[in-house]
């Protein structure tokens, strides 16, 4: 089975400011392709598989079967969702930041 793969306007907006944050602050080119390459390998797995990864620990994003993707060799991870045969790319965060309350603020906008 294929699965859609649906990058919410957060994603993007989100995974633009990762990609800024990368390019101007830390004058990484490296590390921008690295970001948008580990994006694009994980949502290649997700068509096929999106069960791959694991799903949230974090009690308040598991209840809503939220499921993380870390980006390889780096401190990013992607949240989605799975419905049916779609799979909602919900938003990117570094690994550091309290990502599961911002989910919170995210998840009132976001309605399958």
Not at 86 to 107: C, D, P, Q, R
Request: glycine fraction near 2%; charge should be negative.
């Amino acid at each position: 089975m294929v699965y859609n793969i649906i990058s919410t306007d957060e994603m993007d907006r989100l995974l633009d400011e990762c990609v800024r944050y990368l390019l101007i602050r830390l004058k990484s080119e490296q590390a921008a392709e690295h970001l948008l390459n580990g994006v694009s390998r994980i949502y290649d797995n997700l068509e096929s598989n999106p069960n791959m990864y694991r799903l949230s620990e974090d009690t308040f994003m598991k209840a809503l079967d939220y499921h993380e993707a870390k980006i390889p060799e780096m401190d990013y991870m992607i949240i989605y969702k799975v419905v049916n045969d779609n799979v909602y790319i919900l938003g990117i965060f570094h690994t550091l930041e309290n990502y599961a309350s911002k989910m919170k603020i995210l998840w009132s906008k976001f309605n399958p």
